[in-house]
């Protein structure tokens, strides 16, 4: 696939670009011969996360944004043709572990699209989001098609089984949808796997409901060279559009859940689903990623 634009001409900001997704992202753009604003929420190492990735300043330029300070957001944009958002929840902030975190990812989705809505060289963004806001569905078990884009996670399901993760992320992802549609501008999003990232720990939000994702075929991962590819395939190619869901493995077998346990802490593996059913040691998967693979085939990483 040939871009349709030069990519030294361009410049695009990353928020959060002190995250795994957002500092690989950086990096990965610098290469290609973008410029690129990196914002960051204020970090214990602050700007030297970024030292040694650019041999050239101008090429990289550093930013500290709130996603709840909207200007701080607006000076991050300026001049940009695309932003690549992802939410990190603020550091004097729990992880996803009660409600109102929804409320929290929702007020940073609207602020940064509504950003962005007013920065007129914003010709693109691109939306991360999370599997999770597909897959949880009082019908899920019963559905005739497999899971796909097209498909919502259930708020009012997510909120009775606690399921805040996919409850933030349904409800921050759909906010954006509704005001870039009401803005008129030009947004893809990313429904994204679990982060096979090198911190991966059972205290990842994404893991609360992992043996019915298991159970339900729908227990989706995702390597990080690869989500960094689908962000920047989605972004170059004009054809682009709506949600992608982005996988590139799926725990449906004994091995795989055990292997994954195992990776997660040694007590966790007694307590993952271990079952055979009419003599299989797989589940069948029930999740497709079929849109974003055709999307792919002729990107050069």
Same mark, same amino acid.
């Given at each position: 696939?040939?871009?349709?634009?030069?990519?030294? !001409? +361009? =410049?695009?900001?990353?928020?959060?670009?002190?995250?795994?997704?957002?500092?690989?992202? #950086?990096?990965?753009?610098?290469? $290609?011969?973008?410029?690129?604003?990196?914002?960051?929420?204020?970090?214990?190492?602050?700007?030297?996360?970024?030292?040694?990735?650019?041999?050239?300043?101008?090429?990289?330029?550093?930013?500290?944004?709130?996603?709840?300070?909207?200007?701080?957001?607006?000076?991050?944009?300026?001049?940009?043709?695309?932003?690549?958002?992802?939410?990190?929840?603020?550091?004097?902030?729990?992880?996803?572990?009660?409600?109102?975190?929804?409320?929290?990812?929702?007020?940073?989705?609207?602020?940064?699209?509504?950003?962005? !809505? +007013? =920065?007129?060289?914003?010709?693109?963004?691109?939306?991360?989001?999370?599997?999770?806001? #597909?897959?949880?569905?009082?019908? $899920?078990?019963?559905?005739?098609?497999?899971?796909?884009?097209?498909?919502?996670?259930?708020?009012?399901?997510?909120?009775?089984?606690?399921?805040?993760?996919?409850?933030?992320?349904?409800?921050?992802?759909?906010?954006?949808?509704?005001?870039?549609?009401?803005?008129?501008?030009?947004?893809?999003?990313?429904?994204?796997?679990?982060?096979?990232?090198?911190?991966?720990?059972?205290?990842?939000?994404?893991?609360?409901?992992?043996?019915?994702?298991?159970?339900?075929?729908?227990?989706?991962?995702?390597?990080?060279?690869?989500?960094?590819?689908?962000?920047?395939?989605?972004?170059?190619?004009?054809?682009?559009?709506?949600?992608?869901?982005?996988?590139?493995?799926?725990?449906?077998?004994?091995?795989?859940?055990?292997?994954?346990?195992?990776?997660?802490?040694?007590?966790?593996?007694?307590?993952?689903?271990?079952?055979?059913?009419?003599?299989?040691?797989?589940?069948?998967?029930?999740?497709?990623?079929?849109?974003?693979?055709?999307?792919?085939?002729?990107?050069?990483?």
């Amino acid at each position: 696939m040939a871009p349709s634009f030069d990519q030294t !001409a +361009q =410049t695009v900001c990353v928020m959060d670009a002190s995250a795994h997704l957002g500092f690989a992202l #950086v990096e990965s753009l610098l290469h $290609r011969g973008y410029t690129v604003h990196a914002s960051h929420q204020p970090h214990p190492n602050g700007d030297d996360i970024f030292n040694g990735i650019s041999n050239d300043s101008n090429k990289l330029k550093i930013f500290r944004s709130d996603p709840f300070d909207y200007q701080s957001i607006i000076h991050a944009l300026k001049g940009c043709s695309a932003l690549f958002y992802s939410f990190q929840p603020p550091f004097d902030q729990p992880d996803y572990d009660q409600e109102y975190m929804a409320d929290v990812e929702v007020r940073a989705a609207h602020n940064v699209l509504e950003a962005c !809505a +007013q =920065t007129e060289t914003i010709d693109k963004v691109v939306f991360t989001s999370s599997a999770t806001a #597909v897959v949880w569905r009082e019908d $899920r078990k019963s559905m005739e098609l497999d899971l796909d884009e097209r498909h919502w996670s259930d708020v009012n399901f997510c909120r009775k089984f606690k399921l805040w993760h996919a409850m933030s992320k349904t409800m921050a992802e759909k906010t954006a949808w509704a005001l870039a549609m009401d803005r008129g501008m030009n947004m893809v999003s990313i429904n994204a796997g679990l982060l096979m990232s090198p911190d991966l720990s059972i205290n990842n939000p994404y893991l609360r409901g992992a043996a019915e994702m298991y159970e339900d075929g729908v227990f989706v991962t995702v390597d990080l060279p690869f989500l960094v590819d689908a962000h920047i395939c989605v972004y170059e190619d004009v054809s682009s559009y709506g949600r992608y869901l982005c996988f590139n493995h799926i725990i449906n077998t004994q091995d795989d859940a055990l292997t994954l346990a195992r990776k997660l802490t040694p007590d966790a593996a007694s307590s993952m689903p271990q079952r055979e059913e009419h003599g299989k040691s797989f589940i069948e998967q029930r999740i497709s990623n079929k849109k974003l693979n055709k999307l792919m085939v002729d990107f050069e990483g």
